[in-house]
């Protein structure tokens, strides 16, 4: 029943402010903790995050606080779920009392499923430390490990389009305190468009003012003087001052041409299948789906090819299904 529970509602019923939240993991990690330290799957939209994979309790509590923001329709996924119980008790593929069972989920039901707990003994023998988080940040949790220990610099995000290299990025700006720089803002000045520049490999971005405004500035520990390229007018516009943080992420496709990665403690790349890239660019923007096809697609992929990006970054994250 708790099983099934936390895969309909998650951790909703567990939440309160963030400072109890930390404060809270904070105290069972000083205490005698279970010693997973696995993910454990539930049958829905949630995870079972054991407190020894070894996050930080900054990320821990992100990440369950995100988690409890998640749209849900719980109760019908309970009361699915509890009548296929009753079915495999039914059936025989459970060794449970059927009209023990009745009587146990009717009650529940009446008090309106209020959240059930680890009954004493099971807490004295197996000390449960865990919380519950939204799967979709499970192909992250390497990641986010990484840079709770090692705690990089500058990393990279490169990746095939679609894949969820801006989703990646904004949740890093909110687990961690990071600036986030795009390659996206340095596209090609009018005079840099040459057929030879455009027809190479990686070179369809201006890597080189980007290495000049931000990567140099960042390994000196500046400040930077970001100047957006206007894809509308076809201008950079004016400079704003964006103060030098210890962690910055660089996200976009290119961000690991080969100028580039002397500057990066870490490098990572998102790729996702090709029906579900081209259902989410779709879905982002139809009228530019064969724009993508045709142009942008081929130039990541000769990209990629060329320069055996996915192979030199330090971690590869599959984002189909995420």
Same mark, same amino acid.
């Given at each position: 029943?708790? +099983?099934?529970?936390?895969?309909?509602?998650?951790? /909703?019923?567990?939440?309160?402010?963030?400072?109890?939240?930390?404060?809270?993991?904070?105290?069972?990690?000083?205490?005698?903790?279970?010693?997973?330290?696995?993910?454990?799957?539930?049958?829905?939209? &949630?995870?079972? @995050?054991?407190?020894?994979?070894?996050?930080?309790? %900054?990320?821990?509590?992100?990440?369950?606080?995100?988690?409890?923001?998640?749209?849900?329709?719980?109760?019908?996924? @309970?009361?699915?779920?509890?009548?296929?119980?009753?079915?495999?008790?039914?059936?025989?593929?459970?060794?449970?009392?059927?009209?023990?069972? $009745?009587?146990?989920?009717? $009650?529940?039901?009446?008090?309106?499923?209020?959240?059930?707990?680890?009954?004493?003994?099971? %807490?004295?023998? &197996?000390?449960?430390?865990?919380?519950?988080?939204? $799967?979709?940040?499970?192909? +992250?949790?390497?990641?986010?490990?990484?840079?709770? %220990?090692?705690?990089?610099?500058?990393?990279?995000?490169?990746?095939?389009?679609?894949?969820?290299?801006?989703?990646?990025?904004?949740?890093?700006? !909110?687990?961690?305190?990071? %600036?986030?720089?795009?390659?996206?803002?340095?596209?090609?000045?009018?005079? !840099?468009?040459?057929? /030879? #520049?455009?027809?190479?490999?990686?070179?369809?971005? *201006?890597?080189? #003012?980007?290495? !000049?405004?931000?990567?140099?500035?960042?390994?000196?520990?500046?400040?930077?003087?970001?100047? $957006?390229?206007?894809?509308?007018?076809?201008?950079?516009?004016?400079?704003?001052?964006?103060? &030098?943080?210890?962690?910055?992420?660089?996200?976009?496709?290119?961000?690991?041409?080969?100028?580039? !990665?002397?500057?990066?403690?870490?490098?990572? +790349?998102?790729?996702?299948?090709?029906?579900?890239? @081209?259902?989410?660019?779709?879905?982002?923007?139809?009228?530019?789906?064969?724009? +993508?096809?045709?142009?942008?697609?081929?130039?990541?992929?000769?990209?990629?090819?060329?320069?055996?990006?996915? *192979?030199?970054?330090?971690?590869?994250?599959?984002?189909?299904?995420?």
């Amino acid at each position: 029943m708790k +099983f099934l529970y936390q895969s309909s509602f998650g951790c /909703e019923h567990l939440l309160s402010n963030p400072d109890t939240v930390q404060k809270q993991i904070q105290q069972e990690l000083d205490t005698k903790l279970d010693t997973c330290n696995s993910i454990e799957y539930l049958d829905g939209d &949630y995870v079972r @995050l054991h407190l020894n994979y070894g996050l930080s309790v %900054n990320t821990l509590s992100t990440l369950f606080i995100l988690s409890s923001q998640q749209e849900k329709n719980g109760k019908e996924q @309970l009361e699915e779920k509890l009548q296929i119980l009753i079915d495999m008790i039914s059936n025989k593929e459970l060794p449970f009392s059927l009209n023990n069972a $009745k009587l146990t989920l009717l $009650k529940w039901k009446e008090d309106g499923y209020p959240a059930i707990h680890h009954s004493n003994t099971f %807490n004295e023998l &197996y000390h449960p430390s865990y919380r519950l988080i939204h $799967k979709k940040y499970v192909p +992250f949790l390497k990641l986010f490990k990484h840079i709770d %220990n090692k705690h990089p610099s500058i990393i990279s995000i490169d990746g095939r389009c679609a894949s969820g290299k801006t989703t990646l990025s904004n949740l890093l700006t !909110q687990i961690y305190d990071c %600036n986030v720089f795009k390659m996206d803002d340095f596209f090609l000045q009018p005079h !840099q468009r040459t057929k /030879e #520049r455009l027809e190479s490999p990686g070179e369809n971005v *201006d890597h080189e #003012r980007f290495e !000049q405004e931000v990567l140099i500035p960042l390994s000196k520990h500046e400040d930077i003087k970001l100047r $957006k390229f206007n894809c509308s007018t076809l201008s950079i516009q004016s400079a704003h001052l964006i103060p &030098y943080k210890s962690f910055n992420v660089i996200e976009g496709s290119y961000s690991m041409h080969s100028d580039l !990665q002397r500057y990066y403690s870490y490098s990572v +790349f998102l790729t996702v299948d090709k029906q579900e890239q @081209l259902s989410r660019l779709e879905k982002r923007n139809p009228n530019m789906l064969n724009n +993508f096809i045709q142009r942008w697609i081929p130039l990541e992929e000769l990209y990629f090819k060329t320069f055996s990006i996915q *192979d030199i970054c330090d971690i590869k994250i599959d984002t189909s299904k995420a």
